[in-house]
């Protein structure tokens, strides 16, 4: 009875052994899963973060291409609105120059009639 008492024992030691050995392998599974998804979610969050980055990267470029567009559609309007103004200018003085022609062949036809009238009263 004795004999068979230390074997009870010992089997249930050896139960509870392989009971153990059991429940840390089944931890050190749940850890690897753990450390695996761990692993994939951290990667994932980095591919994120560069995703985010380029995006970024990609809008600043965006904003300053829009920028310098924005800058040289201002200076062509300057430009055109200056190329307008000389083309005013240049006709106001085309004109001027027109008119005081006109006036000057005014004055020389009115001076001719005057020096006819003046040579018609001479002649009378």
Do not use: F, I, P, Y
Not at 53 to 63: I, Y
């Amino acid at each position: 009875q004795e004999v068979r008492r230390a074997e009870e024992a010992a089997r249930q030691e050896r139960l509870r052994e392989a009971q153990v050995r059991k429940e840390e392998a089944s931890w050190r599974e749940a850890e690897r899963v753990t450390s695996t998804a761990l692993e994939a979610e951290s990667q994932r969050l980095q591919e994120e973060r560069e995703a985010a980055a380029r995006r970024r990267k990609e809008e600043e470029q965006e904003a300053q291409l829009a920028e310098v567009a924005a800058k040289e559609a201002a200076e062509e309007e300057e430009r055109l609105r200056l190329e307008r103004k000389a083309e005013k200018e240049a006709e106001k003085k085309r004109r001027l120059k027109e008119k005081r022609k006109a006036r000057k062949e005014e004055d020389k036809a009115e001076q001719a009639r005057q020096k006819e009238l003046q040579e018609l009263e001479a002649a009378k």
